[in-house]
């Protein structure tokens, strides 16, 4: 008598897509166990009266995909300090689509193909994990299109095997460029989170070398993530908030004075980070995280701005025009910034 093959698990999309449903349904919460045990991609591998410590890291990981995607999830606490009494759930008001939004057929098939054209490419488990939150709000596209769809790539390569190797829990090293540096340095990590940030990618994780938590721009790693074959205790949730909470905070603490050209790309860009600032502003203050990549853009837009302060960021900036402006001079011509972008 053969033993029954057992079933594959559910794909990843499956899983998050019925344990949303689960939680938009119930209006009091599960708790983590009920959710194990009844949930389709966690109750086929709930041992009862067993060890479910993988399984429980699984969810812990489902959570923060969900917050990823914007979905609501809540935690009801019962007081009680335990963490298994803690009740999930999804407010279905705070879910649905805002009051006067909706997709036509055509624009839920354009959707359909947006998540066709990463379907190969490093945006797969992107269009998968969209695709989970389209179909959990109950919206539908038309016949899939068939046919010519291109492969993008818009992350940086460090991304896939920083998630493969978070996911498994495994130490990797990779070669990293510091701001001011005039090589890369060999850095051996352990990584907990990447998280997306004013419009970049970061890696959270701790430092061995440093024998303490750093957070890394993924483009500045400038050699290929490589694992170590050394792992590491599951570090726990959490993670991915705590970092962003600390770069907002850094965000808030950074500021720069600037003076833009009326009417130039300089103005109508940095205005709308500028809070508080009308479009037609020449003078405005900037919030940022990081000093080097302020200097790179800055520097970018030439005479339109100037830099009033921080002198450090002044500096940076003029560093940067230095070597543009010496690069294209003429043979034994100095270089000339005259109404370059920083101030004196």
């Known amino acids: ?74 935690v009801v606490d019962d007081h009680t300090g335990n963490n298994h009494d803690a009740r999930y759930r999804i407010s279905k ?27 190969e490419g490093s945006l797969s488990a992107d269009s998968r994990r969209a695709i989970t939150k389209l179909r959990s709000l109950d919206l539908h596209p038309d016949e899939p299109i068939i046919g010519y769809a291109p492969q993008l790539r818009v992350r940086d390569s460090a991304f896939e095997p920083l998630q493969r190797a978070m996911d498994r829990y495994q130490v990797v090293s990779f070669d990293y460029v510091k701001p001011g540096a005039t090589a890369p340095g060999r850095r051996t990590v352990e990584p907990l989170a990447l998280v997306q940030h004013d419009g970049r990618w970061l890696l959270n994780g701790n430092d061995l070398e440093a024998g303490a938590r750093r957070t890394f721009l993924l483009s500045r790693i400038v050699s290929p993530v490589r694992a170590t074959g050394k792992s590491f205790p599951a570090p726990g949730s959490g993670h991915a908030d705590r970092t962003i909470e600390e770069l907002d905070a850094l965000l808030r603490s950074n500021s720069a004075e600037l003076r833009v050209t009326p009417g130039s790309d300089a ?27 302020l200097a790179d853009e800055l520097a970018g837009y030439g005479p339109e701005v100037q830099v009033v302060a921080p002198d450090e960021l002044q500096r940076a900036v003029r560093d940067r025009l230095l070597l543009v402006a010496e690069a294209h001079a003429e043979p034994g011509r100095p270089a000339d910034l005259r109404g370059g972008a920083t101030d004196g």
């Open 1 to 74: 008598m053969t033993t029954p093959a057992k079933k594959p698990p559910p794909p990843v999309e499956e899983r998050l897509f019925s344990l949303v449903l689960a939680l938009v349904a119930t209006r009091i919460g599960l708790t983590k166990n009920e959710i194990l045990q009844t949930v389709q991609g966690y109750s086929q591998r709930y041992v009862h009266s067993g060890d479910n410590e993988n399984l429980e890291r699984q969810f812990e990981r489902d959570k923060d995909e969900l917050r990823d995607l914007g979905v609501p999830l809540e």
């Open 93 to 119: 008001d705070d879910y649905e689509l805002p009051a006067g939004i909706t997709f036509t057929p055509d624009e839920m098939t354009l959707l359909s193909l947006a998540a066709m054209v990463w379907k």
């Open 267 to 293: 103005q109508l860009r940095l205005s709308r980070r500028a809070e508080g600032t009308t479009a037609d502003a020449e003078s405005i203050t900037v919030n940022y995280t990081d000093l080097a990549l």
